[in-house]
């Protein structure tokens, strides 16, 4: 059992860190399985097929980064500074892997959205879930911020809508030209998309 965990563990992570450097189109089973280490039969004792891995990438990446969001967006401090938590962490994340490889990576939601969106239905419909979610956390945040007068916004659904998709755009604008600059913007950005009040500038 242990063997098999580890064979299907190597091909994740080798279809991950390939993914996130070539992108998904151009890769073929027998070059994930080679840059795991493994065989090509192993590859299908877990997945039935390419397109079934790379939902299972999504999947695990997208639980590791809803911890992360979660931790960001909860606890004591007011609404406002902890989503501007959220919005630096997600710098200081794309900054650690430019230091660790030389290139900003980017989302790995956002790359598979822009080369899958009219290719694999299953992969476009699971990301626009996950985008779905992580526009509900946004906007319980933003609405707190509502309720204490910290923000002037009616809509806070697409008010937050608004906030992640300028994350997105953001993060894609710092791969595009491989710099981290481009993110230092966000919280400003996202005071004027939420017309932050003076009270919310003190919280913040």
Not at 3 to 9: E, Q, V, Y
Not at 50 to 79: C, F, M, N, S
Not at 89 to 106: D, I
Not at 155 to 164: G, K, L, M, N, Q
């Amino acid at each position: 059992m242990g063997r098999t965990s580890d064979a299907r563990r190597k091909i994740l992570d080798a279809a991950r860190s390939l993914i996130e450097g070539r992108g998904y189109s151009a890769l073929g089973v027998a070059e994930i399985c080679k840059a795991a280490g493994v065989p090509k039969g192993s590859f299908y004792y877990f997945f039935e097929s390419k397109e079934a891995l790379a939902l299972a990438v999504v999947d695990e990446h997208w639980a590791a980064q809803k911890r992360d969001w979660t931790r960001a967006l909860t606890g004591d401090a007011e609404p406002l500074r902890r989503l501007r938590r959220l919005l630096e962490e997600t710098e200081a994340g794309q900054l650690a892997g430019q230091r660790g490889c030389g290139t900003v990576a980017g989302c790995l939601f956002g790359n598979l959205a822009l080369e899958l969106s009219n290719q694999t239905e299953a992969v476009r419909g699971r990301l626009q879930e996950i985008f779905d979610a992580q526009v509900d956390m946004v906007e319980s945040v933003v609405a707190e911020a509502r309720e204490r007068g910290d923000v002037r916004v009616t809509d806070t659904r697409e008010a937050a809508r608004a906030v992640v998709a300028q994350l997105e755009g953001q993060v894609m604008f710092a791969k595009l030209y491989n710099s981290t600059g481009r993110l230092s913007p966000l919280w400003q950005n996202c005071r004027a998309l939420l017309g932050v009040t003076a009270a919310g500038v003190t919280a913040a």
